[in-house]
Nanobody, 121 residues
């Protein structure tokens, strides 16, 4: 059974940084893909960043150059370092995982409970 637990959200001013963590269980590294998606009120889910089963990273255009995804297999933890945050980054952020990596993180079958990120101007 896959379980994902996020932490690290909070409130910051524009230009600030936050780091999210996701502790995963039931994941098979090398077979599964993991990532982050976000959802703001009234908006659709948006894939933010992911790591595929080959360890390749991918990012949404809106966050490329500002966000960095990484994972520590020994700690079963996925990270998202967010720098130069903007008010439009405000959303609930979810960690997600799946064996099927054909879609983006917003389509993965497993997700955590989410952690809120709020960026004020």
């Amino acid at each position: 059974q896959v379980q994902l637990v996020e932490s690290g959200g909070g409130s910051v001013q524009a230009g600030g940084s936050l780091s999210l963590s996701c502790v995963a269980s039931g994941i098979t590294y090398g077979n599964d893909c993991m990532g982050w998606f976000r959802q703001a009120p009234g908006k659709e889910r948006e894939g933010v960043a992911g790591i595929d089963s080959y360890g390749r990273e991918f990012y949404a255009a809106s966050v490329k150059g500002r966000f960095t995804i990484s994972q520590d297999n020994a700690k079963n933890t996925l990270y998202l370092q967010m720098n130069s945050l903007k008010p439009e980054d405000t959303a609930m952020y979810y960690c997600a995982a799946d064996r099927d990596c054909s879609g983006g993180p917003e389509e993965y079958n497993y997700r955590g409970q989410g952690t809120q990120v709020t960026v004020s101007s």
